[in-house]
T-cell receptor, first 113, second 112 residues
Framework: SAVISQKPSRDICQRGTSLTIQCQVDSQVTMMFWYRQQPGQSLTLIATANQGSEATYESGFVIDKFPISRPNLTFSTLTVSNMSPEDSSIYLC??????????FGSGTQLSVL | QKEVEQDPGPLSVPEGAIVSLNCTYSNSAFQYFMWYRQYSRKGPELLMYTYSSGNKEDGRFTAQVDKSSKYISLFIRDSQPSDSATYLCAMRNIQGAQKLVFGQGTRLTINP
């Protein structure tokens, strides 16, 4: 498995502001992934972050709204930009091990007022 | 129709009961099946991982896959209050370990 640390664990933000979420892994991984879990909903993949290249976004998610950085093989950030109440969700960082099993961080609970 | 259907519950059972959680799916390309447990304000924790039809047992947990019926189950024996959590099923095809399709999750409460 992998140990994945996320910061902050929760935050309350004002509409129109931005929040950057950090994800640190205890080992080097090729790909890191960002998921969103809206209240009462299942998890949805936002994007895949590869070190040294631009992130790959899933349908419905765009770089201007969710810019991602991946400066090295153990760290990534996701920014939620120009937030609105509809962005209130849990945001989860995840990594695969042996390209088989997916492990998640503890998540960032975001509330937008 | 969603690719993966899971009854969101909530499901409430007494301590010691056998719990059955289920998911159905429509995509016959799904080959790998997982169950995650998610406690409140925590990320999902991988509980079971299977890739063939049949049963897989791990302690009090048994994962069952029936590919012909496109139906998976998680059984919890001798349920404990500490098992109270949301249980999410997830599945994928042979490509892309990260491209899991998740069920909505079933919220389970075990009453002492």
């Amino acid at each position: 498995s992998a140990v994945i640390s996320q910061k902050p664990s929760r935050d309350i933000c004002q509409r129109g502001t931005s929040l950057t979420i950090q994800c640190q892994v205890d080992s080097q991984v090729t790909m890191m992934f960002w998921y969103r879990q809206q209240p009462g909903q299942s998890l949805t993949l936002i994007a895949t972050a590869n070190q040294g290249s631009e992130a790959t976004y899933e349908s419905g998610f765009v770089i201007d709204k969710f810019p991602i950085s991946r400066p090295n093989l153990t760290f990534s950030t996701l920014t939620v930009s120009n937030m609105s109440p509809e962005d209130s969700s849990i945001y989860l960082c995840s990594v695969t091990v042996a390209n088989e099993k997916l492990f998640f961080g503890s998540g960032t609970q975001l509330s937008v007022l | 129709q969603k690719e993966v259907e899971q009854d969101p519950g909530p499901l409430s059972v007494p301590e010691g009961a056998i719990v059955s959680l289920n998911c159905t799916y429509s995509n016959s390309a799904f080959q790998y099946f997982m169950w995650y447990r998610q406690y409140s304000r925590k990320g999902p924790e991988l509980l079971m991982y299977t890739y063939s039809s049949g049963n897989k047992e791990d302690g009090r947990f048994t994962a069952q896959v029936d590919k012909s019926s496109k139906y998976i189950s998680l059984f919890i024996r001798d349920s404990q209050p500490s098992d109270s959590a949301t249980y999410l099923c997830a599945m994928r095809n042979i490509q892309g370990a990260q491209k899991l399709v998740f069920g909505q999750g079933t919220r389970l409460t075990i009453n002492p």
